[in-house]
């Protein structure tokens, strides 16, 4: 499934404004770009069977980075406002 430039400029809005800066885990390069298709993952055989990952590579090593499209707000399962349902209890 292909993100929008929107749902693009979400992810890099969501990656950039969490802590520090990104950074590739593996060499340390901030020029990360976030990639316009959302990989599935099968995890379970119930109703939430598949999951969308947001691919995230680094331009200078090519190690990919995954992240839960459901919480930054895009593919098809997006929360309404992943900001909402941060903690594990369910407060905010």
């Given at each position: 499934?292909?993100?929008?430039?929107?749902?693009?400029?979400?992810?890099?809005?969501h990656l950039n404004t969490r802590g520090q800066a990104p950074k590739c885990p593996v060499c340390g390069a901030s020029n990360l770009r976030v990639l316009p298709d959302l990989t599935e993952v099968s995890i379970d055989t119930g109703p939430d069977a598949v999951r969308h990952l947001v691919n995230v590579e680094c331009k200078y090593c090519a190690h990919l980075l995954?992240?839960?499209?459901?919480?930054?707000?895009?593919?098809?399962?997006?929360?309404p406002d992943a900001a909402e349902?941060?903690?594990?209890?369910g407060q905010a």
């Amino acid at each position: 499934m292909p993100l929008t430039p929107d749902q693009q400029q979400t992810v890099a809005t969501h990656l950039n404004t969490r802590g520090q800066a990104p950074k590739c885990p593996v060499c340390g390069a901030s020029n990360l770009r976030v990639l316009p298709d959302l990989t599935e993952v099968s995890i379970d055989t119930g109703p939430d069977a598949v999951r969308h990952l947001v691919n995230v590579e680094c331009k200078y090593c090519a190690h990919l980075l995954h992240f839960s499209a459901r919480a930054i707000g895009v593919g098809p399962e997006a929360e309404p406002d992943a900001a909402e349902t941060d903690g594990m209890d369910g407060q905010a």
